[in-house]
């Protein structure tokens, strides 16, 4: 008579243990990867954004022989301009016509119905990896409260300025040398700090005053460097790690390094200051 002997199939505690050390393990040196890819693909995402912006303010030059105006506004002893800035010109070039004609562009950005259509967000505007809102709220001391959509690309002060009407011919540093747009970061606001974004509005006009809480062009400058400061509205940054895109006067996009030097930052934004620097992507 023979006897068969069965044992249950499975794991020990000690085999348990090792089998959920070696997933944590791998899971730890897997997590990092699959968080630097999806950074690469955000940034690489954001550039080709940024291309489109460029390529969409060349079209404007080839329509108006000369790169639209910054924002049009002029200073606080001159009559109160539209506001509306190179953002808002460039829309029918990125297929945002129905936005574009609802615009009154007789108006300030701030009266009329042109104070609600501001507040719409245009995706083409924020870099995949902002983390703030679509839409900041601001209230002002004299006009009423508005809400404005936030933005992330800002144009450099050397192409794109107040009542600017640059021509590529004037861009005598080279178009491979001049900075034209570039990130910076949306600044929400909070218990002690005010909010500022790039709205692709421009700036805010209204019938007697400009709200400055939109930036739409900035000076690449020493005293302001890259990602120098997230609550500083004068500094152009960006969420990618180690620095931020920018758009050069000829269209092509490059990404430029948390510690460029800032006399060569400083140069990329002049168009016709004679430096001679290098603007390659590194």
């Known amino acids: 008579m023979s006897v068969r002997v069965f044992r249950r199939a499975g794991f020990t505690l000690i085999e348990l243990v090792v089998s959920i050390a070696i997933i944590g393990v791998l899971a730890a040196l897997l ?18 954004q940024l291309r489109q912006l460029g390529l969409a303010l060349h079209m404007y030059h080839e329509v108006h022989r000369c790169f639209p105006p910054g924002s049009y506004v002029m200073g606080p002893s001159f009559p109160i301009q539209s506001g509306w800035g190179w953002g808002a ?32 967000p245009i995706p083409m505007f924020r870099c995949p990896s902002e983390i703030g809102i679509d839409t900041i709220s601001c209230t002002p001391l004299d006009d009423p409260p508005f809400q404005i959509a936030s933005g992330n690309y800002c144009g450099s002060e050397g192409v794109l300025s107040s009542m600017s009407s640059i021509r590529i011919a004037q861009i005598t540093d080279g178009t491979s040398q001049t900075l034209m747009l570039g990130e910076r970061l949306v ?21 007697d005053e400009y709200d400055l809480r939109s930036v739409p062009y900035l000076l690449p400058d020493a005293n302001h460097p890259i990602n120098g400061s997230p609550v500083d509205p004068l500094c152009f940054g960006s969420w990618h790690p180690l620095g931020a895109n920018f758009v050069l006067a000829d269209g092509s996009c490059l990404f430029l390094n948390n510690s460029i030097d800032s006399q060569v930052f400083t140069a990329l934004g002049t168009p016709n200051g004679g430096e001679a620097v290098n603007a390659e992507s590194p």
Do not use: H
């Not at 997590?31 to 080709?48: F, L, M």
């Not at 700090?193 to 019938?207: D, H, P, R, V």
């Open 31 to 48: 997590i990092p990867a699959v968080q630097s890819s999806r950074d690469a693909a955000r940034r690489t995402a954001c550039k080709n």
């Open 187 to 207: 600044q929400p606001g909070g218990p002690t700090s005010l909010a500022f974004t790039s709205a692709w509005c421009g700036q805010i006009a209204f019938a």
């Open 89 to 120: 010109m460039i829309l029918p070039y990125i297929e945002q016509n129905a936005i574009y004609k609802q615009i009154d562009f007789c108006l300030g950005t701030g009266l009329g119905g042109n104070l609600q259509l501001i507040a719409q």
